[in-house]
C-alpha cells in the first residue's frame, strides 16, 4: 500500500472491549432504573425507565442491539465478498449468513418474530395456552436447520474462529431461546409486572448482546488472520479504476 493512503487500523480486541463497555453500561442502567422503579413504584421517571429498558422498542439499548447486529451483517458481507472474488469455497455461505444478521438487525428494531406467535399457537393448538412465547418452537426449527446446512462451514472455519463462533452462538441462542421460554412461562405464571420477570428480561438480553459482540470478535479475528487488509476504491462513474 502507498504510504500515502489513508488507513483505518482495526484492532479486533479493542473494539470488542468498546462494545462489551457499552453493553455492561446499558445493563447497569437497566437494572438501576428498574430496581428505583420497583422500590419506588414510580415506574415512569420522565420517561428514563423506558429509555433503557431493555426489553423495549425504540430506546438506546433496542438500537445499539440493532446497530451491532448489523455491524454483524457488513463484516459478513465484507468477507462474502472477499470469498467470492477468490473464488474460495463455502462463499455462499458467507452470503446467506449476511442475509441472516441483516434479518436480526430488522427483527430487533421491529420486533418481526411476534408477528410468528399468533399463527404458531393455532398450528400447535392444545398447547398454545402452554406456550406465551409460541414463535421460539420456529426458531428452534430454524437454528436445527440452520446448524446441519452450516455444520461443514463452521468446521472449515480457523480453529480460533470455529471456538468463538460457538461460544457466541451458545451466549446467544442461550438468551433468545432458553432464558426467553424460561421468561415466557414464568409470565404466565406469576405475570411480567414482577421484578423476578425483569430479571429474566435482563439475562436474556445480556446474553443476546454478548453473543453478539463475542461474535464480532470471531469475525474480526477471521478477517485479521485469513484476509488481513481490505482497500475499498471509491469511484461516481461507475468504472473500475487502476491503483
Not at 35 to 51: A, C, D, E, K, P
Not at 138 to 156: A, E, K, N, Q
Amino acid at each position: 500500500m502507498n504510504e500515502k493512503e489513508p488507513s483505518i487500523p482495526i484492532v479486533a480486541s479493542k473494539v470488542v472491549w468498546i462494545l462489551a463497555g457499552i453493553a455492561a453500561l446499558l445493563v447497569l442502567a437497566h437494572v438501576i432504573t428498574q430496581t428505583i422503579s420497583f422500590t419506588t413504584g414510580n415506574h415512569g421517571l420522565y420517561g428514563i425507565v423506558r429509555l433503557f429498558f431493555l426489553d423495549s422498542e425504540n430506546n438506546i439499548p433496542a438500537f445499539f442491539s440493532t446497530a451491532i447486529l448489523l455491524l454483524a451483517s457488513l463484516l459478513l458481507g465484507l468477507i462474502a465478498t472477499v470469498r467470492y472474488k477468490a473464488g474460495a469455497p463455502y462463499r455462499k455461505h458467507w452470503v446467506a449468513l449476511a442475509f441472516v444478521f441483516l434479518f436480526l438487525a430488522m427483527d430487533e428494531a421491529a420486533s418481526i418474530h411476534e408477528l410468528l406467535v399468533r399463527p404458531t399457537k393455532e398450528l400447535i393448538g392444545p398447547w398454545a395456552d402452554r406456550l406465551d412465547y409460541a414463535w421460539v418452537i420456529l426458531g428452534i426449527v430454524g437454528v436445527i436447520v440452520l446448524g446441519c446446512l452450516y455444520f461443514r462451514f463452521w468446521l472449515d472455519l480457523p480453529p480460533s474462529t470455529r471456538l468463538r463462533v460457538l461460544i457466541a452462538g451458545v451466549l446467544y441462542l442461550g438468551g433468545v431461546l432458553v432464558v426467553e421460554i424460561l421468561g415466557g412461562y414464568y409470565a404466565m405464571a406469576r405475570g411480567k409486572d414482577t421484578f423476578v420477570y425483569i430479571m429474566f428480561v435482563t439475562v436474556e438480553e445480556s446474553l443476546e448482546m454478548a453473543g453478539v459482540i463475542v461474535f464480532l470478535f470471531a469475525l474480526l479475528g477471521y478477517l485479521e488472520e485469513t484476509i488481513r487488509e481490505v482497500r475499498l476504491r471509491f469511484s461516481t462513474s461507475g468504472e473500475a479504476t487502476t491503483p
